[in-house]
């Protein structure tokens, strides 16, 4: 079979792919659900996948009216990665621009969280590290299986892993392939919140209403300071951080949020 067909969707059970795989609604003020919506492939991405999935977030950093998403999957599965069958005839997940699932290499300067269900593995797990909050069901499992595949987890498990959770234990996770329990996985830091099974989502629209609370100016400029926290030495951090913290001094939240405290009342904010 060539790589012709299978891009023309004419691989058996090929479809949903491209915009149909990626849906977008906005459920409440200030909160865009995205959700994968390829089961047959087990929420897996091929190229047309990862641009839907870069669009959404285009979309998302674009509109001023949106503070925060959540990244959501299936009910018995959040992502199983790249699509294995769409690799073997040269369609891979990757965008030009925001790299792996069109969104690794550059996530949104907005926050964005992780809704998982089901299995979390490979890519999926990868798909984690490029969202900033992780609620899992407790049922759910993670891991990076591809060593027992002779692959090699290049959407940044490998190098951002050890960030997240203690070396030795990301080198276990690495080189075993094995699966953990997202139980486990937030003993070690990795899930903020665990859920009852099928609760992922309204877990993480519990958790993403505490960051809309907050001023979204400064929650977008705080984000990328810490995104840098392991780049920068000390030094260097005290005065790159101003890049960011400097768009937020001055802004019409930062003056909303001033006055806001002055008349014991409850903000209302802009995003500007």
């Known amino acids: 079979m060539s790589e012709t067909k299978y891009l023309t969707g004419e691989v058996p059970g090929a479809e949903p792919t491209g915009k149909e795989a990626i849906s977008t609604e906005v459920i409440s003020n200030h909160l865009l659900l995205v959700k994968i919506n390829r089961p047959h492939r087990k ?15 285009d979309a998302y950093e674009e509109d001023d009216s949106l503070f925060c998403a959540i990244l959501a999957g299936s009910d018995d599965v959040f992502s199983s990665g790249q ?3 769409a690799a073997r005839y040269g369609d891979f997940g990757v965008t030009t621009r925001r790299g792996g699932f069109g969104i690794m290499n550059i ?12 299995f979390c593995l490979a890519g999926g797990l990868e798909l984690c590290l490029a969202c900033d909050l992780v609620v899992a069901a407790k049922d759910s499992k993670m891991g990076i299986p591809e060593a027992q595949r002779s692959l090699v987890a290049i959407g940044g498990g490998c190098f951002k892993l050890p960030k997240r959770i203690p070396y030795h234990l990301a080198m276990e996770l690495v080189l075993t392939g094995k699966t953990w329990s997202a139980e486990r996985m937030a003993e070690l830091g990795f899930v903020n919140r665990l859920t009852e099974p099928g609760e992922a989502l309204s877990g993480a629209m519990e ?36 890049q960011y913290s400097d768009l937020v001094r001055g802004s019409e939240d930062w003056q909303e949020g001033l006055q806001a405290f002055a008349e014991k009342r409850k903000p209302v904010w802009k995003g500007r």
Do not use: M
């Open 107 to 118: 996530p949104p300067a907005k926050p964005i969280i992780a809704a998982v269900e089901g």
């Open 43 to 57: 929420n897996a991405f091929d190229f047309a996948t990862a641009q839907a999935l870069e669009d959404a977030v």
């Open 207 to 242: 958790l993403a209403h505490e960051v809309i609370a907050c001023g979204p100016v400064a929650v977008k400029a705080a984000k990328q300071i810490v995104r840098h926290a392991y780049d920068w030495s000390d030094d260097e951090a005290w005065i790159k951080q101003r």
């Open 83 to 85: 699509d294995l069958i």
